[in-house]
């Protein structure tokens, strides 16, 4: 496995994903450990009436606590937190979360770009921001923008997503640290935790 090349203690982990991500997660969020020394928070793009039912499936696949956020929710080290849909979400400075419902970025609410820079302004080089399997190109530049805060950058490999333009979106227009497949992004995501 290659080295995480963080720079600094990991702090968040933020996971971005549209059609054939959950798939992913519920591979990804079960295999975690249950004391994690940074934050997850994952978007996806999803139907309004999924609203709960989501947070409530991926609940069930992990020993840490996942909770949809509610505008200014305070952002937990060690906890796992889900955008709502139809909201944009975002990392406040003050370490709140923030959500907006103004237009869609790249057709989408949440956007995963918009919570990948508000998340770069925030954590900086202490930030991983991945992205899994989807059908349109939000994301990339979100990533390039957790790449100049210089954190760490991941891209589910494209043949192996269930939609691979994503992924393979921010590969052609971004320079990617890691292209991975499942096991080896849950194998990525084990080595940040510092906690014991």
């Known amino acids: 496995m290659a080295e995480n090349k963080l720079k600094t203690p990991c702090k968040a982990v933020v996971i971005g994903g549209s059609a054939g991500s959950i798939e992913v997660l519920l591979k990804l969020l079960p295999a975690l450990p249950s004391?994690?020394?940074?934050?997850?928070?994952?978007?996806?793009?999803?139907?309004?009436?999924?609203?709960?039912?989501?947070?409530?499936l991926l609940s069930l696949k992990t020993a840490v606590p996942i909770q949809e956020v509610e505008d200014k929710d305070a952002v937990l080290p060690g906890s796992m937190y889900l955008a709502p849909a139809d909201y944009h979400l975002l990392i406040e400075k003050q370490g709140v979360f923030s959500l907006d419902n103004s237009e869609k970025v790249n057709y989408s609410r949440p956007s995963l770009d918009v919570t990948f820079e508000s998340a770069?302004?925030?954590?900086?080089?202490?930030?991983?921001?991945?992205?899994?399997?989807?059908?349109?190109?939000?994301?990339?530049?979100?990533?390039?923008?957790?790449?100049?805060?210089?954190?760490?950058i991941v891209a589910q490999k494209p043949e192996t997503a269930m939609s691979g333009f994503m992924p393979q979106q921010a590969i052609l227009n971004t320079p990617i640290d890691f292209i991975l497949d499942v096991n080896e992004l849950i194998e990525f995501v084990r080595s940040l935790n510092t906690a014991s």
């Not at 004391?35 to 409530?56: D, G, M, P, Q, Y």
């Not at 954590?123 to 954190?151: F, H």
């Open 120 to 152: 770069a302004d925030v954590y900086g080089p202490a930030l991983v921001g991945i992205l899994l399997s989807g059908a349109n190109a939000d994301g990339t530049a979100g990533l390039k923008a957790v790449k100049n805060a210089g954190g760490v």
């Open 35 to 56: 004391v994690l020394s940074f934050t997850v928070i994952i978007v996806v793009h999803r139907k309004n009436s999924a609203e709960s039912s989501l947070a409530n």
